[in-house]
Nanobody, 112 residues
Framework: VQLVESGGGSVQAGGSLNLSCTAS????????MGWYRQAPGKGLECVSS????????YYAASVKGRSTISRDNANKLVHLQMNSLKSDDTGLYFC???????WGQGTQVTVS
């Protein structure tokens, strides 16, 4: 069972990134999924989540209006499109199953 994030990088403020999470080894494709952020010197924050069937989403106030979470259950993918990036968005972004049982290794986002 594995979650692998990709799509992070270094961008200038105002830029965009599309983070992706690929799941493998799961017998189900309908886990609730979330994106968590560990910013330097700050606690872990859930920035966005999506129900297993994609019917409902959540966004933290810090990213609401600038981010869109989506999923492709057939291909076991979860995406987080982030626009109008700010320096406060800098951090390590993790893909996590809704029950917190499985975490990816994280993808670094740096906004300067």
């Amino acid at each position: 069972v594995q979650l692998v994030e990709s799509g992070g990088g270094s961008v200038q403020a105002g830029g965009s990134l599309n983070l992706s999470c690929t799941a493998s080894g799961f017998t189900r494709d309908d886990y609730d999924m979330g994106w968590y952020r560990q910013a330097p010197g700050k606690g872990l924050e859930c920035v966005s989540s999506i129900l297993g069937d994609g019917s409902k989403t959540y966004y933290a106030a810090s990213v609401k209006g600038r981010s869109t979470i989506s999923r492709d259950n057939a291909n076991k993918l979860v995406h987080l499109q982030m626009n109008s990036l700010k320096s406060d968005d800098t951090g390590l972004y993790f893909c996590v199953t809704g029950n917190g049982a499985y975490w990816g290794q994280g993808t670094q986002v740096t906004v300067s």
